[in-house]
């Protein structure tokens, strides 16, 4: 996903939504709210029920406060892009990212090369922001079930299949989060979309 970023194909990301929202907060109807009847109001960056109006709460396992659904991201925040990544102890060059793993190797002008990195890659979730390179602006958010992507989302994932980019997402999907309990496509869970530009 990385390469796709890079490559200007992904301008989407799906992110599951916690806690997944169940019951309206001002009727407490439970069917209502499950067939879609809460939405995502952008101005106010809070869910709300869209049959009272109210802001859909939740109450945190084991706290008696109730707190309301937000998106971790709004439009205009920028994000960076973890990847994995190893560090060079070259100060022209001090990252390699694996995404680039033909640029491990330093060039001189003259095309010899300079020096082959051996260091162990390290993963995405150690890399710190002064490693990163790719930083994103986030341009809309949204809420979707899971399983309501279209072939055109699935493309704005970095989804590269020109006849059935949804089914490659499902695929995908499916590897990364279908052991992680309520994320696997067959729960088809409520999703923040976000999309960005670089």
Not at 130 to 138: K, N, Q, T
Not at 153 to 166: C, I, L, N, R, V
Request: hydrophobic share 30%; proline share 6%.
């Amino acid at each position: 996903m990385v390469r796709a970023i890079l490559e200007g194909r992904k301008t989407m990301t799906r992110r599951v939504m916690k806690p997944q929202p169940r019951v309206c907060h001002g009727r407490n109807q439970a069917s209502l709210c499950g067939s879609g009847g809460f939405g995502f109001s952008a101005s106010t960056g809070v869910i709300c029920c869209k049959l009272c109006g109210e802001p859909y709460r939740y109450s945190p396992e084991g706290k008696a406060s109730e707190k309301q659904i937000r998106p971790r991201y709004q439009v205009g925040d920028i994000l960076y892009v973890r990847e994995t990544f190893r560090d060079t102890h070259v100060r022209i060059c001090p990252y390699a990212y694996r995404a680039d793993e033909c640029r491990t190797t330093l060039i001189r002008d003259d095309g010899e090369a300079m020096l082959t990195f051996t260091y162990r890659w390290k993963p995405p979730i150690h890399m710190p922001r002064e490693a990163a390179r790719i930083f994103l602006r986030v341009t809309g958010v949204r809420m979707e079930k899971l399983q309501d992507i279209t072939d055109a989302d699935a493309h704005a994932e970095g989804m590269d299949s020109p006849s059935y980019p949804k089914i490659q997402f499902k695929n995908l999907w499916r590897g990364l989060n279908d052991k992680r309990t309520g994320c696997s496509w067959d729960d088809n869970p409520w999703v923040w979309v976000y999309t960005f530009e670089r």
